[in-house]
């Protein structure tokens, strides 16, 4: 269906500052389930606005949060070259756990209380935003989750002190989670795959497990790794989940 995505909302956050948001829904009357959708390390970049879009023109209310908001103007996008990536990864490791904690939180209920929303919700995210998609669904209020190569999980080094405890809380993920991993991706080895996977199980986690023969970012629609053949299969992958668990 024909959507928006010309908004944004700055939601206030506790340090007194602000989160932007970017907001991408149908362009009808009616109210449908929202989607929490964490980007990558260089924020919300031209291929995370299409991946969004691609998710609300189905039928879903998708925010969109710049996770560097403390520390980067609002509407800053990091380019895809080595500065960019620099920038991102500095950054990655020195916001602390807590306040992207904070920002999933926030970012949850102001999908939840938005006048298209169901209330019901859901998170999905690619490399860093995969790890956060993850933790974000360890809030009871959301149904499902889909991730895609997420990031130090395996080896809990998000945020400052390089200290997560992503693996450790895995007993709260009560949502219905998707895990998704290229074979190629050297920044999740084969052995931190069968760690997380292990510990779904020891849990006893609702979820579903899909290896892929791509390398990291595959879904990125721009650059040499992209699979488009894999974006599709991905993206129905994730549409079946969240239409089984929201709609």
């Known amino acids: 269906m024909i959507i ?3 908004e944004t909302v700055d939601v206030p956050t506790s340090g007194g ?3 932007r948001i970017h907001l991408f829904r149908p362009a009808v009357p009616g109210r449908f389930p929202g989607v929490l959708l964490f980007s990558e390390i260089y924020q919300v970049t031209d291929p995370i606005r299409r991946l969004a879009a691609m998710i609300a023109g189905q039928g879903y209310v998708v925010g969109v949060p710049e996770v560097y908001h403390e520390y980067e103007p609002a509407g800053t996008v990091l380019h895809y070259d080595q500065a960019g990536t620099d920038r991102g990864n500095f950054l990655k490791f020195d916001k602390p756990v807590a306040a992207y904690d904070e920002d999933a ?8 209380g938005h006048d298209a929303c169901t209330g019901k919700l859901a998170t999905m995210g690619v490399c860093l935003g995969g790890h956060l998609a993850y933790r974000a669904a360890l809030n009871p209020i959301v149904s499902a989750a ?14 400052a002190g390089k200290s997560d405890d992503s693996l450790a809380r895995m007993a709260e993920l009560k949502a219905e989670t998707m895990f998704v991993w290229g074979r190629q991706d050297p920044h999740v080895p084969f052995e931190g795959r069968l760690a997380i996977r292990a510990r ?9 497990w899909h290896e892929v023969n791509a390398a990291h970012a595959f879904l990125r629609d721009e650059g040499p790794r992209y699979d488009p053949a894999l974006f599709l299969q991905a993206i129905d992958w994730t549409l079946r989940l969240f239409h089984r668990t929201l709609c």
Do not use: N
């Not at 939180?105 to 939840?112: H, V, Y």
């Not at 779904?200 to 579903?208: D, H, I, P, Q």
């Open 105 to 112: 939180r926030i970012g949850l209920e102001f999908l939840r």
């Open 146 to 159: 889909a991730c895609f190569y997420a990031t130090d999980i395996h080896s809990g080094t998000l945020g």
């Open 17 to 19: 500052g602000s989160m």
């Open 200 to 208: 779904l199980e020891e849990v006893g986690a609702r979820y579903e």
């Open 4 to 6: 928006r995505s010309d």
